[in-house]
C-alpha cells in the first residue's frame, strides 16, 4: 500500500525560563521526532513573544515555527508527545493545502 505523504506546518511555545541549550535540545528532540517519518522543511525560531492571556502564570513564551512533510500517522505522535512534554506551553499541528 502506498504511503500518503502531506505537507504540515506546526508552531510550539516553550517555557521562556528555559536556557538556551535546554531549549535548543527540545527543539532538536521535536526535529528528530519529525524525522522518523518525515522530512523537516524549515525551522524558524520566531524567539520571544508576549501572549495574547497568561498561560501557567506567564506572559511570554518562545515561539518556534516548523513546516515538514509526513505520513498521516505523524502528526497525532506529534501531538502525544507535545502534550506530554512539560516545556511546551502550547502547539497546534496543521496540515496544509497543496
Known amino acids: 500500500m502506498e504511503k500518503i ?4 506546518e506546526t508552531i510550539f511555545i516553550i517555557n521562556p ?6 531549549r535548543n535540545e527540545l527543539i532538536e528532540k521535536f526535529k528528530s521526532l519529525i ?17 495574547a492571556y497568561e498561560v501557567n502564570d ?14 498521516t500517522s505523524l502528526p497525532k505522535e506529534l501531538e502525544r508527545v507535545f502534550k506530554i512534554t512539560e516545556d511546551i506551553m502550547r502547539y497546534i499541528v496543521i496540515r496544509r493545502e497543496k
Open 5 to 8: 505523504i502531506n505537507q504540515y
Open 17 to 22: 525560563s528555559l536556557e538556551e541549550e535546554q
Open 35 to 51: 524525522e522518523t517519518s518525515g522530512e523537516v522543511e524549515n525551522v524558524d525560531e520566531w524567539g520571544k513573544r508576549r501572549l
Open 58 to 71: 506567564l506572559n511570554e513564551g518562545y515561539y518556534v515555527y516548523v513546516t515538514f512533510s509526513a505520513e
